[in-house]
């Protein structure tokens, strides 16, 4: 969860209401403030006025910021957001943006806002490049998809172009340089082109902000140019822009950053980016932008959720006086989320606004109406004892992520297009990593042991818990199943090696089995069974396929079983 840093004395400016004096907030009020932010305290330097502060709630990047957390709290104290007039669609934009062909296959949308009559100051530098920050790399997946930059409104001619040039086409002082570079020399030299170069590693062309001076602005997402990029304190005339593969994500950043900058009192005028080709908004575009719907809730859900009768009156004031726009009908309301916010997904996100609005203390708990007795279910009965089992026999536990990537769970197996290696695979990804579900153990395992080569041998190691395995039968698709995973690797490892640990833990549990021959491609032939209880398979053993351990850099022989103990509850 986000971390930020921000100043006592400043967060109490943005508190204050207009033409009013900041007045100094006690430490226990301002802890009682961050409930409604789901923040926690984490330090308090008396002596700057510095805080930390954790924020618990991964779906409100607006929140990452001073600005964020004074508006919240101010909403609450004043019942209703303060308008914000940038947002109203407007027919036209004194300001113009320029997206060049060519520019869909690389990072194809960007948004932008002027902000004129704030003066930075030290403290506010320090937040807008703290917005920045947490803004490009924990929402924007390290700049993939978002990247934001800042710059002196008074150096830049508009239109302002997007466009697409060769690496030694343009050459510019980036920020932290003091001679001129090539886009080509920024990806080889500059600490920012090394640690985001990889974004572009396969582009021959690369994206480029410049004005109608064709002056260069910035080489997004990488840097900065120094002359017009580099804001100071005394500022008063600046120029945003966020560029990205995913247009709501970058107009959303766009927005909050023109809220927090109307919050410290600039007035923000929009910047209409013109597209060569339409896209869900148009081919002209005003930015900022209030993209959001209002969202029909039913009174219903709220009441049952929250477990008390509120009526649409105070569930109404509850979500204005955390920001919404709502209307109330007779059983439901018409709720609206502010134009910087953009995660409202299911009535319950709706709930826990209402809940936080109000106050956890105002709801009065309920006692259990029934009187159950916990226990463990008979598969984690099962579980537990093969783990127990398996410590006994000298093995280490391990524990895995059920999410892993095809290349780990298919293609490094041996398993492409067969039917071992079909997996239940996430819609709407957001990394390849992680995007598909395991549909056996050894995978996970070696995924260890490939990481384990510095550590003295022999290796033994064990890991129980759940996969999904596809059924087109099953309702969902796909059933989950627990399984029970075990690898032995030293330079003499052999198949009567493991089959003597599949036989001390088959006969504690008490279940008979056989083998019978089995080709499998992760396994080598001749030396690989299937496992059988009562005639019907349950698992696989055998030696490690030279050519797997080679895909996972393993350079010790391998010997593994996987037995599925879901199956083996009813058997034997």
Same mark, same amino acid.
């Given at each position: 969860?986000?971390?930020?840093?921000?100043?006592?004395?400043?967060?109490?400016?943005?508190?204050?209401?207009?033409?009013?004096?900041?007045?100094?907030?006690?430490?226990?009020?301002?802890?009682?403030?961050?409930?409604?932010?789901?923040?926690?305290?984490?330090?308090?330097?008396?002596?700057?006025?510095?805080?930390?502060?954790?924020?618990?709630?991964?779906?409100?990047?607006?929140?990452?910021?001073?600005?964020?957390?004074?508006?919240?709290?101010?909403?609450?104290?004043?019942?209703?957001?303060?308008?914000?007039?940038?947002?109203?669609?407007?027919?036209?934009?004194?300001?113009?943006?320029?997206?060049?062909?060519?520019?869909?296959?690389?990072?194809?949308?960007?948004?932008?806002?002027?902000?004129?009559?704030?003066?930075?100051?030290?403290?506010?530098?320090?937040?807008?490049?703290?917005?920045?920050?947490?803004?490009?790399?924990?929402?924007?997946?390290?700049?993939?998809?978002?990247?934001?930059?800042?710059?002196?409104?008074?150096?830049?001619?508009?239109?302002?172009?997007?466009?697409?040039?060769?690496?030694?086409?343009? =050459?510019?002082?980036?920020?932290?340089?003091?001679?001129?570079?090539?886009?080509?020399?920024?990806?080889?030299?500059?600490?920012?082109?090394?640690?985001?170069?990889?974004?572009?590693?396969?582009?021959?062309?690369?994206?480029?902000?410049?004005?109608?001076?064709?002056?260069?602005?910035?080489?997004?997402?990488?840097?900065?140019?120094?002359?017009?990029?580099?804001?100071?304190?005394?500022?008063?005339?600046?120029?945003?822009?966020?560029?990205?593969?995913?247009?709501?994500?970058?107009?959303?950043?766009?927005?909050?950053?023109?809220?927090?900058?109307?919050?410290?009192?600039?007035?923000?005028?929009?910047?209409?980016?013109?597209?060569?080709?339409?896209?869900?908004?148009?081919?002209?575009?005003?930015?900022?932008?209030?993209?959001?719907?209002?969202?029909?809730?039913?009174?219903?859900?709220?009441?049952?959720?929250?477990?008390?009768?509120?009526?649409?009156?105070?569930?109404?004031?509850?979500?204005?006086?955390?920001?919404?726009?709502?209307?109330?009908?007779?059983?439901?309301?018409?709720?609206?989320?502010?134009?910087?916010?953009?995660?409202?997904?299911?009535?319950?996100?709706?709930?826990?606004?209402?809940?936080?609005?109000?106050?956890?203390?105002?709801?009065?708990?309920?006692?259990?109406?029934?009187?159950?007795?916990?226990?463990?279910?008979?598969?984690?009965?099962?579980?537990?004892?093969?783990?127990?089992?398996?410590?006994?026999?000298?093995?280490?536990?391990?524990?895995?992520?059920?999410?892993?990537?095809?290349?780990?769970?298919?293609?490094?197996? =041996?398993?492409?297009?067969?039917?071992?290696?079909?997996?239940?695979?996430?819609?709407?990804?957001?990394?390849?990593?992680?995007?598909?579900?395991?549909?056996?153990?050894?995978?996970?395992?070696?995924?260890?042991?490939?990481?384990?080569?510095?550590?003295?041998?022999?290796? =033994?190691?064990?890991?129980?818990?759940?996969?999904?395995?596809?059924?087109?039968?099953?309702?969902?698709?796909?059933?989950?199943?627990?399984?029970?995973?075990?690898?032995?690797?030293?330079?003499?490892?052999?198949?009567?090696?493991?089959?003597?640990?599949?036989?001390?833990?088959?006969?504690?549990?008490?279940?008979?089995?056989?083998?019978?021959?089995?080709?499998?491609?992760?396994?080598?032939?001749?030396?690989?069974? =299937?496992?059988?209880?009562?005639?019907?398979?349950?698992?696989?053993?055998?030696?490690?396929?030279?050519?797997?351990?080679?895909?996972?850099?393993?350079?010790?022989?391998?010997?593994?079983?996987?037995?599925?103990?879901?199956?083996?509850?009813?058997?034997?």
């Amino acid at each position: 969860m986000p971390t930020i840093t921000i100043f006592k004395d400043d967060l109490e400016s943005l508190l204050t209401s207009e033409g009013g004096v900041a007045r100094g907030i006690p430490m226990a009020q301002l802890e009682d403030w961050l409930m409604l932010v789901k923040g926690e305290l984490k330090g308090h330097n008396p002596e700057t006025g510095e805080l930390r502060i954790e924020l618990q709630d991964s779906n409100r990047p607006d929140l990452w910021c001073c600005e964020g957390i004074a508006r919240q709290i101010r909403i609450k104290q004043q019942g209703r957001l303060k308008p914000y007039p940038f947002f109203d669609k407007t027919p036209t934009s004194p300001h113009h943006l320029i997206v060049k062909p060519g520019m869909e296959q690389v990072r194809p949308y960007v948004a932008a806002c002027t902000a004129k009559g704030y003066r930075v100051t030290e403290k506010g530098l320090a937040q807008l490049i703290q917005t920045q920050e947490k803004l490009a790399d924990i929402f924007g997946r390290k700049r993939k998809t978002v990247s934001i930059g800042i710059y002196q409104l008074r150096n830049i001619t508009f239109p302002v172009t997007y466009e697409l040039v060769k690496p030694d086409e343009v =050459r510019f002082t980036p920020l932290g340089m003091e001679t001129a570079m090539t886009l080509s020399e920024i990806l080889m030299v500059h600490p920012k082109g090394l640690e985001y170069g990889p974004i572009l590693a396969v582009q021959s062309l690369l994206p480029i902000l410049r004005d109608a001076k064709a002056q260069p602005l910035s080489f997004p997402p990488i840097i900065n140019s120094r002359e017009i990029g580099e804001v100071r304190v005394g500022d008063d005339e600046l120029f945003v822009e966020v560029t990205g593969t995913d247009l709501r994500m970058v107009i959303l950043s766009l927005n909050i950053f023109a809220a927090n900058l109307a919050d410290r009192g600039a007035i923000i005028e929009p910047v209409e980016v013109r597209y060569p080709t339409s896209t869900v908004l148009g081919t002209r575009v005003k930015t900022p932008q209030d993209f959001g719907k209002p969202a029909t809730i039913q009174m219903k859900a709220i009441e049952q959720a929250l477990g008390q009768e509120l009526g649409e009156v105070m569930v109404k004031q509850a979500l204005e006086a955390y920001g919404y726009d709502v209307s109330a009908e007779k059983g439901s309301v018409k709720a609206k989320l502010p134009p910087y916010r953009h995660d409202l997904m299911h009535t319950m996100d709706v709930v826990e606004d209402v809940a936080m609005s109000r106050g956890y203390a105002e709801f009065t708990p309920v006692m259990p109406a029934q009187f159950t007795v916990g226990g463990l279910s008979p598969i984690e009965q099962l579980s537990d004892r093969s783990r127990e089992l398996m410590v006994g026999l000298g093995f280490q536990e391990i524990i895995s992520n059920i999410l892993g990537s095809p290349d780990q769970y298919c293609r490094a197996m =041996r398993l492409e297009g067969t039917e071992w290696g079909r997996t239940v695979e996430v819609d709407n990804v957001m990394s390849l990593s992680f995007s598909c579900l395991r549909q056996w153990m050894l995978p996970s395992l070696l995924r260890i042991e490939a990481a384990s080569s510095r550590a003295f041998y022999p290796h =033994r190691l064990f890991e129980a818990g759940d996969v999904a395995i596809p059924d087109g039968i099953h309702e969902l698709g796909s059933r989950t199943e627990t399984m029970i995973g075990a690898l032995i690797a030293h330079a003499t490892t052999h198949f009567s090696e493991i089959h003597s640990c599949l036989d001390v833990l088959c006969y504690y549990l008490g279940k008979d089995y056989s083998l019978e021959p089995l080709q499998h491609p992760s396994f080598l032939e001749g030396r690989a069974g =299937r496992i059988l209880v009562s005639g019907k398979p349950v698992g696989v053993i055998g030696e490690v396929h030279p050519e797997v351990l080679e895909r996972w850099q393993i350079s010790m022989p391998v010997v593994a079983f996987d037995l599925n103990l879901s199956k083996l509850m009813g058997l034997g």
